[in-house]
């Protein structure tokens, strides 16, 4: 079956351009979750979707960073007015767990990544 | 405040040779713990966990190691294989926090033939 898709794989900006960046999730899959890596860093937690609804936006570095998936499937994740410290890879990943069970985690609950939008911001 | 550390940024070993990858970790809320895979312009690839429950998961090649005493978790990959090379990620996570992840700066492995 497809694995997580996300679209553009590149994307250069000028500094002050707005970008939005797609993710499709695995099929079925209930969580979607945004990560920014910075070169020669691990993925930094930026925000989780559970269906449609955000249950933890903490991670988002500032107001201009906004991700929405308003039907519960695809997401977008939208940046305005970028800096240069912007510039990252962006990776989306989803899974089948759902929040707030009470059930210890399984095999569920592991997060499939797409191949991330590389940004530049110029 | 770095979490979760990966001290060595890069290993080289010989094929057939054991790989172990290193990680610490100071949270102590941490009950999840994976390891992934990552090649270059690819995402990260899951590939084994442990639960604080447990000190050991077994996978073919593949097994992690946990000392909750000393936040430590180790992968060790036996035989390495060429195929193997690539940055290996040190991930864990919290209950209370759902499931997101909190990752470590990666280690590049590379297997020499």
């Known amino acids: 079956g497809a694995g997580v898709s996300q679209s553009p794989r590149y994307k250069v900006a000028k500094r002050g351009q707005d970008v939005a960046l797609r993710c499709d999730p695995i099929?079925?899959?209930?969580?979607l979750f945004w990560y920014q890596q910075a070169l020669g860093q691990g993925p930094e937690f930026l925000t989780y979707?559970?269906?449609?609804?955000?249950?933890?936006k903490s991670g988002l570095p500032s107001d201009r960073f906004f991700a929405e998936r308003p039907e519960g499937s695809v997401s977008t994740l939208k940046i305005q007015r970028t800096q240069q410290e912007d510039s990252a890879v962006y990776l989306c990943?989803?899974?089948?767990?759902?929040?707030?069970?009470?059930?210890?985690?399984?095999?569920?609950?592991?997060?499939?990544f797409g191949p991330g939008t590389r940004l530049t911001v110029l | 405040d770095q979490q979760v550390k990966q001290n060595s940024p890069s290993l080289s070993v010989q094929e057939g040779r054991i790989s172990i990858l290193n990680c610490d970790y100071t949270?102590?809320?941490?009950?999840?713990f994976l390891w992934y895979k990552k090649y270059p312009a690819e995402g990260p690839t899951f590939l084994i966990s442990?639960?604080?429950?447990?000190d050991k998961n077994e996978d073919g090649r593949f097994t992690v190691f946990l000392n909750k005493s000393a936040k430590h978790l180790s992968l060790h990959i036996v035989p390495s294989q060429p195929g193997d090379s690539a940055v290996y990620f040190c991930?864990?996570?919290?209950?209370?926090?759902?499931?997101?992840?909190?990752f470590g700066e990666g280690t590049q492995l590379t297997v020499n033939p």
């Open positions: 990943a989803s899974s089948r767990a759902r929040f707030g069970l009470a059930s210890r985690r399984a095999s569920t609950d592991t997060q499939y």
């Open positions: 099929s079925g899959h209930v969580s």
């Open positions: 979707f559970q269906n449609e609804a955000q249950l933890d």
């Open positions: 949270n102590s809320m941490f009950d999840y």
């Open positions: 442990i639960s604080s429950i447990k």
């Open positions: 991930a864990a996570s919290e209950e209370t926090s759902g499931s997101r992840l909190t």
